[in-house]
């Protein structure tokens, strides 16, 4: 197994590089980089913006010197640079790591991330890992309670299921299960805020926020029901939608499995149904289950939460990733990429040694490559 984890280890380096390449590189030609962005934050109040990036340069002084030489080519190259000084937008682009061919940057760039040095954030003046940090309880308390929740009912439920399939109760199941799954997580969100937040019929939880702004001065008890009492709507939010695909998932790998022969042998030697199901075929048929986990817990963590953190005014990476994007914040946007890539291999390669404690006769050890 030790030689298989170090393949694996080994393997994430070309993975990981060539996620930052492919996204380096498309980002290059997405436009109104960050020197556009300030740029176009500049305009209406040039004076005071110049002053605070040039050393004191005015706009009227800009627009005499934007047009001689080559000096004018530097301006042309963005939208909205025309009447600013060259120099000034030189200053821009050295400030922003821009004033270095492409493949420079990104080099430094990774050099800089080996070092989990991910380098400041153009537009907050913060450093990005103390921006993640900041971000994480929220979405941290989304991801972890919501695939908790998701997979402490859907397994349960898809293993009840299978056992009585084409039952009453897996009919009606069924149908509510596909009702959640086609409503998308953010206009059930608005449902219940309409519902249950002072929308239009009752108020029993709060609107905004992960805890109230009295939260330091509760008791421990008080914190816990505050901090759960704030959280609930958001986690049944994301909670619906991700019910339907687990539960049709451990419904149908434990239908197969239990038509197989040696659940008839089982059950031929007088086992119980119990010994039988939990026994012998709740080992097998969860494989595919624990395969999954890993990109169901990225995928809420850091991607599915955007929506609903706007919605209930939740400040944590989704939203932050976001505003990345839109802001072309790049330390942040490659950053925590490069972060959250690496944490998603890593969790890929701790879901394949669980399949070795669910069913030890798993053996990566003798794999090829």
Do not use: C
Request: net charge neutral.
């Amino acid at each position: 197994m030790s030689a298989y984890i170090i393949r694996r280890l080994l393997l994430m380096i070309p993975t990981l590089l060539g996620i930052m390449v492919v996204t380096f590189v498309i980002v290059q030609f997405v436009p109104g980089g960050p020197v556009e962005q300030m740029i176009a934050e500049l305009r209406g109040t040039a004076v005071g913006a110049t002053e605070r990036f040039s050393g004191g340069g005015d706009a009227g002084g800009s627009s005499q010197a934007s047009g001689s030489g080559s000096s004018g080519s530097v301006t042309s190259r963005y939208r909205g640079a025309q009447g600013l000084d060259p120099k000034f937008i030189q200053e821009l682009e050295a400030l922003y790591g821009f004033d270095k061919p492409a493949p420079q940057r990104f080099v430094e760039m990774m050099w800089n991330y080996l070092r989990f040095d991910f380098g400041n954030s153009y537009f907050r003046g913060q450093p990005v890992v103390d921006l993640v940090i900041d971000k994480l309880p929220v979405s941290i308390s989304l991801g972890l309670w919501t695939t908790l929740i998701t997979y402490l009912v859907s397994i349960p439920m898809g293993i009840r299921k299978a056992v009585s399939d084409g039952s009453a109760f897996d009919v009606w199941t069924s149908a509510v299960i596909i009702v959640g799954y086609a409503i998308p997580s953010f206009l059930f969100a608005i449902l219940l805020i309409i519902l249950f937040a002072g929308g239009e019929y009752f108020s029993w939880f709060p609107l905004r926020g992960l805890t109230s702004d009295n939260w330091s001065q509760l008791s421990l008890v008080n914190k816990v029901t505050d901090y759960l009492w704030h959280i609930t709507l958001p986690v049944l939010a994301m909670v619906v939608g991700g019910f339907a695909t687990l539960t049709m998932l451990t419904k149908n790998s434990f239908l197969d499995e239990i038509n197989k022969q040696y659940v008839l042998t089982a059950r031929a030697k007088g086992n119980t149904e119990h010994r039988v199901l939990y026994g012998h075929v709740f080992r097998n048929a969860m494989l595919i289950i624990v395969a999954g986990f890993p990109a169901a817990f990225v995928g809420i963590l850091f991607t599915s939460s955007l929506l609903i953190e706007v919605i209930f005014s939740l400040d944590g990476l989704g939203l932050l990733g976001w505003e990345a994007a839109i802001n072309r914040d790049y330390p942040v946007m490659f950053g925590t990429l490069f972060f959250f890539t690496l944490l998603g291999l890593i969790l890929g390669l701790i879901g394949d040694l669980m399949y070795t404690i669910i069913d030890p006769r798993i053996d990566f050890e003798g794999r090829p490559g």
